[in-house]
């Protein structure tokens, strides 16, 4: 029993006597080894979330805002040339919807309307255009007719450059009786709104950015007199809700994004986009071009393709 009891002091005789000696190389190495590890941690590939920083989790919310100069005649030259383009290279007696449409586009527009018999696209109206961060666009609706007063209006928002038409994406459909208007070239443009967009939505930043005001977010009353201090309608308030609610509190996550004009109704509307989260969220902020003045601020992307008024 004396022996087993010796031999375990032995042990831990020696494990402390190895405890002190690691303690003591390791206060005389200390720099050395801070050294060693700072070494080591630089050569380690550590995720990026770990270590963002607020500037550059807020430089990931930056919206790419749209170019909104030049001159608004030569923009809307530009894209009826375009669309006149694309009129006469399609042929109603050929149903080559090619000649405007992307082939994937085209293939699938046929399939609708070879889904029953005398149906066909009469002929092509242009809703609007406009430009975006992607370049500039046109909006245009295929009009199929039948055997009875119904038009499908088809909507497509077409890129282009000069005459050559570079890309389509569908956007919507309608269907009634009257054929949607299109942009008559004699029709006198008015103030596109675009010189001052950027300064009217500075204006709504100003009052947004009140300390307080986040806090009565749901009281639309509030937001209805915000609205109407403005020039904007009642129904804007909302619009106002969402933008202070998407906003960081700076304000310098959104842009506009994209804007089109259209002569039926005669307005300009431009895309605000707010970046929240990694998720983008858009307001349509309307100009209307009779009134030469901004008139509303609406929830979602509104356009010329997506209302069935053109």
Known sequence: MAKEKKRRLWKWGIILAVLVSLLGWGVVRREQIASGVSAWLTQQVIPFNWIMSPDAAAAQETVQGVNLDGNDGDQRNAALTAFTAAQQQFRVKD??????????????????????????????????????????????????????????????????????????????????????????????????????????????????????????????????????????????????????????????????TAYSVSDAPRLTRFTLTVKKEGKRYPLTLVYDRNKTKFTQLRIGNINPANQENG
């Open 95 to 256: 149903q080559n919807y090619d000649t405007f449409l992307a082939p994937n586009q085209a293939k699938q527009l046929k399939k609708w309307v070879t889904t029953k018999p005398y149906q066909y696209i009469n002929d092509l109206t242009l809703l609007g255009y406009g430009r975006d961060t992607q370049g500039r666009f046109l909006y245009i609706s295929a009009n199929r007719y039948q055997d009875n007063p119904t038009v499908y209006s088809y909507r497509y928002r077409i890129y282009y450059r000069d005459t050559t038409l570079l890309s389509s994406y569908y956007v919507a459909q309608f269907k009634g009786t009257v054929q949607p208007q299109f942009i008559a070239p004699k029709v006198a443009l008015g103030t596109p709104g675009n010189g001052t967009a950027v300064n009217f939505i500075t204006q709504i930043k100003n009052s947004l950015d009140r300390a307080d005001l986040y806090e009565k977010i749901n009281n639309r009353a509030l937001f209805v007199g915000i609205a109407r201090q403005m020039g904007l309608d009642d129904d804007s308030a909302a619009g106002l809700q969402e933008y202070l609610r998407r906003s960081n509190g700076k304000f310098n996550n959104s842009a506009i």
